[in-house]
């Protein structure tokens, strides 16, 4: 880079109590839940002379970051603060607001609602609950709508919880439309075709294996299984079969991706504002940019971010292209794991982090981290060793679906998590092992500037990134360099706030920008300084999306 892209500035930024004056810093306790002038902001006035930046009257100036987060940085510092992002799926075990707010503390940064279970009013007093954590006690948390797709699913159980199939019982699959209560060991089927389709010998997996049948014989619209590998049957379970040792796969074909329920469901989210939306069972690119148009045609005032689950073998065969179309991926394990034989999962999940990265998207692993927490409150030793392999992987964010939804220890399931990230990224750090990975392919100004600037922190070993950025792309061309300090990103925005809070790295703030750059820095500064955040003597590397140039700045 040319030293006309690059400015360095040290010990020269000059700050005025009379125009920022010095703030208390009250430390936050979280054992009650507060009314809403309790919020994690920090206001000050900013009264000056300089026709630049101010008005005749007093311009009133905020800054806000999730409550949990500035609590992490304050108490264990910069090193130490956790990279990689935490998603939680919400059901009945963490739906209250008690429950949110307990995983809003522990460290959730975005809640997953799974349109395949309960019913939209249900997750619309979900959303509403996270929206008041939000506003009334200081968090940032993002909310993903998850859609139900179109592949095979078991019905809902006759509202049981659960059902236990044996070693040798017989079970009937059935497309007909049942009066409650189902008859014993039966298991409707949302897919018409479902009879016509199978073939007596047919294996029947549910959740990729975790419960198999052989077709025994058909009946009409019935199909009569016996059980071979017993297991725990869970509403809407994802079934698939095979043929000869093959998946059998002419019935996606005929399937649309989004169904007309979730068209629906899309509505739904648009209209209850949703941060993300995660489109299941995707085949192609052109799924997602038909979405990404409909939602921006719906919601034109306020970007939603499209997720694509990467879940099936036409994912896979289109994996770049619809990658680069989506504003994200998510690595499904679980379902992807019942299409492709299961050796292949893990270098499988290693390709798509890794293409995630090259193209400047975020990326979720997910399915089963910590599966046996469901009902036990430590992990197996295994899980450990997956979830610290996703971490070294340096995906931007883990997700929790059965253990935080259903299981008896969400929150357990969450901590665990949190110390495993926070072990492996201090270990990689330690042992430079990122440097072995590949890194992300920029073209353009914007890229080349947060990849210098990136290299610059880590030989400067800085205390902190700063980027000031009106979209958030440069805060994530910042993330995709995966920079040893954690990366403060300023937006304007509560919107832009939120999504950034599922890329790894990122402390994501919102602020309102004025028109000089270097009044920017200065607030943010000093109202950072005022919450214990940063101090002098800090090293701090600022870039910005509206100033195409690198800072060097010691607080002073």
Known sequence: MSSSATSTVLNSLSFKSSIFPKLPFTKPQFSHFLPSKSISTVRSVLISNNPKTSSSSPILRTIEVDKATETELIENGFTNTRRTKIVCTIGPRTCELVELEALAVGGMNVARINMSHNTREWHSEVIE????????????????????????????????????????????????????????????????????????????????????????????????????????LLPRANLTFWRNGSLVQEHSAMLPTISPKDWLDIDFAIEAGV??????????AEEIKHLKSYTAEKSPDRKIGVIAKIESVDSLMNLESIIKASDGAMVARGDLGAQIPLEQVPSVQEKIVQ?????????????????????????????????????????????LSGESAMGQYPEKALSVLRSVSLRMERWSREEKSHDKIS???????????????????????????????KTGKMATLLSSNRPDCPIFAFTPTSTVQRQLNLQWGLVPFCFEFS?????????????????????????????????????????P
């Open 129 to 232: 609950r996270i929206k008041r954590l939000n506003c009334e006690r200081g968090f940032a948390v993002a909310v993903m709508m998850d859609t139900q797709g179109t592949e095979i699913n078991m019905g809902d159980l006759g509202g049981a919880e659960s059902a236990k199939a044996e070693d040798g019982e017989f079970w009937t699959f059935s497309v007909r439309a049942f009066d409650s209560p189902l008859p014993e060991r039966t298991i409707t089927v949302n897919y018409d075709g479902f009879a016509e389709d199978v073939r007596v010998g047919d294996e029947l997996l549910v959740d990729g294996g975790m419960v198999r049948f052989v077709v025994i014989d058909k009946i009409g619209p019935d199909v009569i299984c016996q059980c071979s590998d017993p297991g725990l």
């Open 515 to 555: 028109e000089n750059i270097e009044s920017n820095q200065n607030r943010s500064f000093t109202m950072l300084k005022a919450k214990g955040m940063i101090k002098s003597g800090d090293l701090i590397v600022v870039v910005s999306d509206m100033l195409q140039s690198v800072q060097i700045i010691r607080i």
């Open 355 to 399: 293409l995630c990265r090259q193209l400047n998207k975020p990326v979720i692993v997910a399915s089963q981290l910590l599966e046996s927490m469901i009902e036990y409150p430590i992990p197996t030793r295994a899980e450990v060793a997956d979830v610290s392999e996703a971490v070294r992987q340096q995906a931007d964010a883990l997700m």
């Open 439 to 469: 890194s992300p392919m920029f073209v353009g100004i914007s890229g080349e500037i947060c990849c210098a600037a990136a290299k610059m922190a880590n030989k400067l070993k800085a205390d902190a990134l700063f980027v000031y950025t």
């Open 275 to 284: 941060d993300f939306i995660a489109v299941s069972f995707v085949k192609s």
